[in-house]
DNA sequence: GTCTATACAATGATAGAC
DNA sequence: GTCTATCATTGTATAGAC
C-alpha cells in the first residue's frame, strides 16, 4: 500500500492482468468485459491495460493462450501424477479437466477463443491450443483417434452444462443428464444455487 | 422499392429482423454485432430495432429461441421422414443437425446462448431449449439416456470443430480428429479455405 | 512502471414526425 | 409501421507527466 513499492517487474504484473482478465471475462462475458474492470482487479489503471496489450482483443488473445497453457500443463500433471488410487489416465485427465474449467474464467475463456475461431486474430491460437490438446492426447497419454474423440466430445459437454448453468434440482431431464454424465457425484460447480 | 410499399406487417418484419440478426451474430460475433448492422440486412434503420426489440440483448434472446425452436422443428421433420435410405434415426437427426450448424449464424448464436447461461435473461431460454432437445431426443426420438448423452456430446464436438473453424488440410491431427468424427465424407462446412 | 487527464469513436437508445 | 435527427453513455485509446 506504501507509495512507490508497488512498481512491480512487468512480467508480474502482466500475469496479475492475465489473471483479472480470465475472472472479468468469466464475470462478465467477452462481450460486457471492460478493460477498466481488469484494470480493477489487477489494482492498476485502466490506461496501463491498454498499454501493456494494445486492444481489448489483443488482451483476449493471450488471456487464452495463457490460459491454453494452463490447460496443457494441467493436464501433464495429471498424466505424471502417480495413479496411486489406481485410476486410469482418461479419469484421472477428466478429473483434471473438470477442475480447472469449474472456474467460469477458465471455461468462458475457452469457449469464447473455440467459438470465434473464424476471427483472423483469435483463430489461429484457439486452434493451436486444441489441436495440441488432441496430441498430447495421442501421443502422451496414449489415446487411440478414437479415445480422444470422444475424451473430447465428453468434455465439450460438459463445458455446455456449465455454461448452461445447469442446476441438478432444475428437472427431471436435467437430474437425469447429470446423473448420466457424472454418475454418482456431480461436481461442486452444479452445486451452488443462491442465484 | 416503391415509397410506400415497403411497409410491411410488424410479425413478417420481425422474422427478417431475427434473420438478418442470426446472420450478423454469426459474422461478427455477439461482442460485434451491432443494432445497426443487424438493420441494414433487414433493410430498416437502426432505431426500428430499437423500437422492436428494446436492447441490444433481448435481440440476440429472441433470436436465440427463434433458432432453438428451428433446431426443434429441424429436429421434429427429422424424424419425421421416412427413412427411405434405411437410415436410423440418430444419423438423421446427426444428419439434420449438421446441415443447421452450417449456418455460422445459428451455430453462434446457439453457442454464446450456450455459454451465457450464467446470465438471468439468457440463462432460462438456453436452457429451457437445451433440454427440449434432450427431452425430444428421449420421448420422441427413443433414445436411452445414455444414447442421447452420447448424442449430444458428439454435437458439441462438432460445434467446437465448426466453431475453430477448422480445416481439413491444417495438419495431421486435424485430418485424423475429422476422419474419426465424420467418417469419410467431411460436411462442406469445412471445405471452404478462402481465408 | 504507472498515473491523470482527456480525446474520440461507437453505439445503444430517445423524441417526435410522417 | 417506419424514418430522421440527435443525445447520452460508455469504453477504448492517446498524450504526457512523474
New interface residues.
Partial sequence: MNAKSDRIPADERRVQILDAAVEVFGRY???AATTDRVAKGAGISQPYVVRMFGTKEQLFIETLGHTLARLLRTFRAALAEADAEGLSAEARLGAAYLELVGD?GV??TL??G???????AI?PV??GG??EV??ML?QEAGFT??Q???F???G??I??LI????RPT??L??A??L???FGDDVPESFERSI?
Avoid: I, K, W
Fill in positions: 462475458g467477452y462481450a467460469r471455461l468462458l469457449l469464447h473455440f467459438m470465434m475461431g473464424a476471427d483472423p483463430g484457439a486452434r486444441f489441436f488432441y496430441r495421442r483417434p478414437e480422444a474423440r470422444s473430447l466430445a465428453e465439450m459437454l463445458n455446455t455454461g448452461l448453468d445447469v432444475d428437472d431431464a436435467t437425469e443428464l446423473a448420466c454424465t442465484a
